[in-house]
């Protein structure tokens, strides 16, 4: 039997909606939620993710700008920037796009963000929040994974969760979500990477596997056990002489023969993308609630 699609798109539409109520409360008090977006030079995939990111602010109602500095940027004019991000009131959240030119420390420029402002949640201030379970914002493509299980009707509590990938960004924090003593949480959570000997053997162990390691199609059918909810982080580009751009976007996992074997599998793309920019949009919102003080 065919798996279940666990379609990010569409439920990236439900957080939309709900996340539109929440804005228009805010404008009655006076208050439209400010994203502010800085990118350094013009990486293809960047300028495509933020233009996402601004479509989905403007369906949402949150305002946003497009800050865009020369590759060639000294280090001490963006961290100038954000200082002046971090006391402008008109922004509630601050976004600067990764990767950086190599000639800019991406930890100088993630610290130098206001936490309170810091909607990917990479301050390490905020990542200490949540590892210890009292969060002020999550990490948006984490977060996205667990809103997916969640809504998919997909809980991860009392399952075991293997995560393939320990960066930053997505395995380590999303780890940290799923272990807490919480509702919707509360996994026994493995975490395997690529030093871990004989991978297959824990992801056959998995009830859910999330795959985030950037090879594509690394995760074959044999490495998992039916009945298996798998969520694909990885986009990976391959060649395709069919495409008019030369390559098409694939995941971490062998998605066609995993269909025909597990129990749900998120597509790539409209898996897990549409609902890490979702996430954004609701940390922006939470970033302007928590600024707008109690009612």
């Keep these: 039997m065919a798996a279940k699609i ?15 109520e929440r804005v228009a409360r805010l404008k009655e008090k006076g208050i439209t939620p400010g994203l502010a977006m ?25 305002y946003s700008e497009t800050i865009v500095f020369p590759e060639d940027t000294p280090e001490e004019t963006l961290l100038a920037k954000i200082e002046e991000l971090n006391h402008d009131p008109k922004f509630h959240g601050i976004l600067v796009q990764l ?6 420390d991406e930890r100088k420029v993630i610290e ?6 810091d909607v990917d949640c990479f301050h390490p201030v ?3 929040k949540l590892l210890i379970g009292e969060p002020y914002l999550l990490p948006c493509t984490p977060h996205g994974v667990w809103q997916m299980l969640l809504r998919s ?6 399952k075991h969760v293997v995560i393939c990938g320990r960066s930053n960004i997505n ?6 979500i799923l272990i807490q003593k919480k509702a919707g949480a509360n996994a026994t959570v493995t975490v395997c990477h690529s030093r871990t000997p004989d991978l297959a053997r824990f992801t056959r162990q998995a009830d859910i596997l999330v795959v985030a390691i950037g090879r594509p199609r690394a995760i074959t059918a044999d490495m998992v056990r039916e009945g298996t909810v798998v969520i694909d982080v990885g986009v990976n580009r391959v060649p395709d002489p069919t495409k008019k751009s030369g390559f098409r976007l694939v995941g971490d996992t062998d998605f066609e023969a995993l269909s ?15 609902m890490t920019v979702a996430m954004l949009m609701w940390n922006t919102v939470v970033a302007a609630e928590f600024q707008a003080g109690p009612a």
Excluded: C, W
């Design 171 to 176: 395995g380590k924090p999303l780890f940290a």
């Design 99 to 104: 990767p950086l030119p190599k000639h800019i």
């Design 112 to 117: 130098a963000i206001d936490p309170v402002k």
């Design 6 to 20: 666990i379609s990010g798109r569409e439920l990236s539409a439900q957080v939309v909606e709900e996340l539109r």
């Design 153 to 158: 009707g997909y809980s991860p509590e009392g």
């Design 38 to 62: 800085v990118r350094v030079g013009d990486d293809p995939a960047s300028i495509s993710y933020m233009k996402q990111k601004s479509k989905t602010a403007a369906a949402v109602g949150v």
């Design 260 to 274: 025909e074997k597990v129990e749900a599998i998120t597509p790539v793309p409209g898996g897990v993308g549409p």
């Design 126 to 128: 905020n990542v200490g």
